[in-house]
């Protein structure tokens, strides 16, 4: 489903991030990627969602090259993604019921069914009864858990979830882990980044390391 | 076909909502735009009034009509009978001792009068007709210029010929401030519309990550900039018919006064729908150009 060849990232003036990388995430597949913090595990998931493009080599998503894609398909690759952002990137001037419709309106989805796909969405995250509220009254779990209703809310094929547990305390990431672990068994690709050990242990699954730009497959 | 629907009423909705969000400052926007748009405008009513005026109460153009020098009394007697069955035509008969007359005021023709053997001045006759088109007003002239003992007509239509000329030029320079008051509006909204991505830079961002096309995020700002037009145009067009109202009340005085009708004519509906339009599509295109930019410059520096 998502293919790296041979992938190098330098950003302009920077140092090497990833040193040809090649990588292969299967349909359905539940992958972490680990590291310390400036590893590069934010910019592998960028790569897989061409938000960055690669220096060298190149990545395939459904068999298609990211580099050679014509601008105007972008926008509905990235439909094919659920992004959690590790900046949350929530709109603060919105309710909660309106981040979680935003890609259901980029969509296009008819705008009745537009409040029970929310709510579900809200359901599994534990926010229904929060959906009236602007984000900003949220806590940082709560938050956290609305960037993945955001980012589940339109069915996407695979969830990028970038540092999904960071600044949790662990109770909440343990319940956030075990959120992605039930929506990978629904049938989602899900690939998370994180330096958050309690969350990579606690997920019994394929485990990438990122050490000195380059990939180390852990087993489970 | 659904999807297109249901996308620009979502567009729709969040253009009314931004602007409802910030009425005051929306308003004094639309105020803005409005005034700069209502000057043009004011100036095209004042000078279609002009034109009309001068349309319904003609400079009662004159047809001169100079007889044959040879004429006999009686056959300019024939001639002054027609000229008076015209219907609405004011006659007014001058004899050649009176042009004579009339010439020798001045000192210097007096004299070349005098070296002449005779009098070289024909019968003439002017006619005065309630009739401002001067195309009517000519044709009417040849007729005349047809019948017996008629030597030369001539149609003195300088004045009315300068009216049309004046009003002429008055519709370019209210169509040219108008062109250069559009290009400021235009600016205007730009700015507005730049400023509100700015502040949406947010926004517009995670929505092209989260797979939104360039459509769906300019769609909103033309909604906006079209709204923003189209509330402009109609406080230009509420001023403007305002200033009529004021106008019209003191013209009212004044015919009563003067007991002739002085009556101001609004801006036509076709017009005040055109100006609708207009303001519209300059917001519209202002919006436009804004989102063509902020999209070319896609790293949100816009
Ligand atoms: N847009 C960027 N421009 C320049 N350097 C960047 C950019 N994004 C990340 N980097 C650098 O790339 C390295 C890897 O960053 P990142 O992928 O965010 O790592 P991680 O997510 O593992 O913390 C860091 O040294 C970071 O400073
Ligand atoms: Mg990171």
Redesign the interface.
């Known amino acids: 489903m998502i293919r790296f060849d041979r992938v190098g990232k330098r950003y302009p003036g920077g140092i090497e991030v990833l040193a040809r990388v090649s990588l292969e995430i299967a349909r359905g597949e539940l992958v972490v990627v680990t590291g310390p913090s400036g590893a590069g595990k934010s910019t592998l998931l960028n790569l897989m969602?061409g938000?960055e493009l690669p220096t060298v080599g190149h990545v395939a998503v459904n068999g298609e090259n990211l580099s050679r894609m014509r601008p105007?398909a972008l926008?509905?690759?990235?439909?094919q993604?659920g992004?959690v952002?590790q900046d949350h990137?929530l709109?603060y001037d919105r309710s909660v019921f309106d981040n979680v419709a935003?890609?259901l309106?980029?969509?296009?989805?008819?705008?009745a069914t537009i409040p029970g796909r929310v709510s579900a969405a809200l359901d599994k995250v534990g926010l229904l009864d929060r959906s009236r509220s602007p984000p900003i009254a949220l806590s940082g779990g709560e938050q956290q858990r609305l960037c993945i209703a955001?980012a589940i809310v339109h069915r996407p094929a695979i969830l990028l979830a970038d540092e999904p547990t960071a600044n949790l305390d662990p109770d909440y990431a343990a319940a956030i882990a075990d959120l992605l672990l039930s929506l990978n068994r629904a049938g989602v690709t899900v690939v998370i980044a994180t330096h958050d050990r309690a969350v990579s242990d606690r997920l019994p699954t394929r485990r990438i390391e990122l050490r000195a730009a380059r990939l180390h497959e852990a087993a489970a | 076909m659904k999807v297109w629907v249901a996308a620009h009423r979502y567009a729709a909705r969040q253009a009314l909502a931004r602007y409802a969000r910030r009425l005051l400052a929306a308003s004094f926007e639309s105020a803005v735009l409005g005034l700069a748009a209502a000057l043009p405008l004011a100036f095209l009513v004042a000078v279609n009034n002009i034109a009309d005026f001068a349309a319904r109460h003609p400079a009662t153009p004159e047809i001169s009509i100079y007889l044959a020098l040879d004429a006999t009394p009686a056959e300019v007697k024939d001639v002054a009978e027609r000229l008076r069955r015209i219907e609405g035509a004011e006659v007014r008969f001058i004899s050649r001792t009176e042009a004579s007359k009339l010439l020798r005021r001045s000192a210097a023709l007096a004299d070349v009068l005098d070296a002449l053997p005779s009098n070289p001045l024909p019968d003439a006759f002017t006619l005065r007709l309630a009739i401002a088109d001067t195309h009517r007003l000519d044709a009417f002239r040849r007729e005349i210029a047809a019948w017996p003992r008629v030597d030369r007509t001539h149609v003195d239509s300088a004045w009315a010929q300068k009216l049309e000329a004046l009003v002429h030029a008055g519709r370019l320079a209210a169509a040219c401030l108008g062109a250069l008051l559009g290009l400021g509006m235009l600016a205007v909204t730009f700015n507005t519309i730049r400023l509100q991505m700015l502040q949406r830079r947010d926004e517009i961002e995670v929505s092209r990550l989260i797979g939104a096309t360039e459509a769906f995020i300019r769609r909103p700002y033309l909604y906006f900039g079209a709204l923003q037009g189209f509330f402009g145009a109609a406080v230009a067009l509420a001023l403007v018919a305002a200033l009529d109202a004021i106008a019209s009340q003191e013209l009212a005085a004044l015919s009563e006064s003067y007991g002739i009708i002085l009556e101001l004519q609004p801006l036509p509906v076709g017009t005040s729908g055109g100006v609708l339009a207009a303001g519209a599509a300059l917001g519209l295109a202002a919006a436009w150009f804004c989102a063509a930019r902020a999209a070319r410059a896609r790293g949100l520096r816009i």
């Open positions: 969602a938000i105007r926008p509905y690759l990235r439909r993604f992004l952002f990137k709109l935003l890609p309106r980029i969509v296009g989805f008819d705008a955001r």
